[in-house]
Each structure stands twice: as structure tokens, then as C-alpha cells.
């Protein structure tokens, strides 16, 4: 299975390949294979320079002067199966951590209209803690709530977005704790 990974232009800027049986490692970003391809040599990529999936909200989200949010999951595959269930504002970190790039992008999507950004990464402890960085990161210029797991996945620390029906995804969106009130909780 392969994931195209463009910038906010839209511009292919990488490929990952996931295997279907339970190789190591699960995921590789694809080089040499770009020349056998017929595509022009990949340039120097860097996973945490852009968001999966913002290129196709960046246009409609950054000139709208509406409130919007966007969930914020870990992987390719959480971010095609909540966009699947409706949900058509979710990017991927692809990673358990934000950084520093994909702060401003995530920023600049919400941009001034008082949007919020919901964190629903997987129930895990790099989950949990990549919710905890990444809120007290950009809290401070957006409005950051944390989307729970629905009862029977609580204790399942292997759950991920894509585990969650339709249903239980709006539940979690509409029930989502404030960022600080995480935090509390958490400690």
C-alpha cells in the first residue's frame, strides 16, 4: 500500500509504502524506486515539515473567515478512515509528535476565526504524550480540545482512530475535553 505525502501546494514531495503483512519495518519512504518509476529524483524530504491531507483543506480553510476545526490523528490510514466517516477536516502528523512546521500550518488552516483543532491520536502513551506537547504548543494561538476513546477502547492501548465506528467518532468530537481540563486530568 503506498500514501502519496504532498506539501500545501499540492506538489509530490514523497512516497510511503506500508506492508500488508508483518514485516519490519511496517512503513518505508520510498527513494531509489522514484528513478525506476520515471519520476524526478525526490528531493530532500522531511516528515515534519508537512501535514498529511492539508493540501486539500488549505485553500478552502485558509481564505474562509468561518470558524473551523480539524482533528488531528497520527497516520495515514486513522486520517482516510475518519475523512471515510465524514469527517473531512483531519490531517495526519504522521508521527506521534507535532513540530515546529506543522504548528504554523496547522495555525494558518484555523487561522483567525476562532477554529479549533482536535487531537485524536492513538491510545497509547506517545498518543497521550504526543497530545500533551503538541496542545501546550499551539493552545496558546488556537483553541485545542482532546477527543477520548469511547468506553470499550479505553484500556486498548493498540486502538487508533480507525478502530472507532462513525458513531463513536461524532461522540468523541462532540464530547471532547478542553486542552487544559486533558492536562488535569492526565496528571
Known amino acids: 500500500v503506498t500514501y502519496p505525502i504532498r506539501d500545501?501546494?499540492?506538489?509530490?514531495?514523497?512516497?510511503?509504502?506500508?506492508?500488508?503483512?508483518?514485516?519490519?519495518?511496517?512503513?518505508?519512504i520510498y527513494n531509489q524506486e522514484y528513478v525506476a518509476w520515471g519520476l524526478p529524483p525526490r528531493t530532500d524530504w522531511q516528515r515534519g515539515n508537512v501535514l498529511?491531507?492539508?493540501?486539500r483543506l488549505y485553500a478552502g480553510m485558509y481564505h474562509s473567515r468561518e470558524k473551523a476545526s480539524i482533528i488531528v490523528v497520527?497516520?495515514?490510514?486513522?486520517?482516510?478512515?475518519?475523512?471515510?466517516?465524514?469527517?473531512?477536516?483531519?490531517?495526519?502528523?504522521?508521527?506521534?509528535?507535532?513540530?515546529?512546521?506543522?504548528q504554523w500550518i496547522l495555525e494558518n488552516l484555523i487561522g483567525g476565526g476562532g477554529g479549533t483543532v482536535?487531537?485524536?491520536?492513538?491510545?497509547?502513551?506517545?498518543g497521550w504524550h504526543g497530545c500533551d506537547v503538541a496542545g501546550r504548543d499551539?493552545?496558546?494561538?488556537?483553541?485545542?480540545?482532546?477527543?477520548?476513546?469511547?468506553?470499550?477502547?479505553r484500556e486498548d492501548e493498540n486502538a487508533q482512530?480507525?478502530?472507532?465506528?462513525?458513531?463513536?467518532?461524532?461522540?468523541?468530537?462532540?464530547?471532547?475535553?478542553d486542552f487544559y481540563s486533558f492536562r488535569a486530568m492526565r496528571s
Not at 493552545?139 to 482532546?146: D, G, H, I
Open 74 to 102: 497520527e497516520g495515514f490510514k486513522a486520517c482516510m478512515w475518519v475523512h471515510q466517516m465524514g469527517f473531512t477536516n483531519v490531517v495526519a502528523l504522521v508521527g506521534h509528535y507535532l513540530t515546529k512546521p506543522q
Open 8 to 28: 500545501l501546494g499540492g506538489q509530490l514531495v514523497a512516497i510511503s509504502g506500508r506492508t500488508v503483512i508483518d514485516a519490519v519495518p511496517r512503513y518505508k
Open 138 to 153: 499551539i493552545a496558546r494561538s488556537v483553541r485545542v480540545k482532546v477527543m477520548m476513546y469511547p468506553e470499550r477502547l
Open 52 to 55: 498529511y491531507n492539508a493540501h
Open 161 to 177: 482512530p480507525d478502530s472507532c465506528t462513525p458513531e463513536e467518532i461524532l461522540h468523541a468530537k462532540e464530547n471532547a475535553i
Open 118 to 126: 482536535y487531537m485524536f491520536l492513538d491510545n497509547n502513551w506517545q
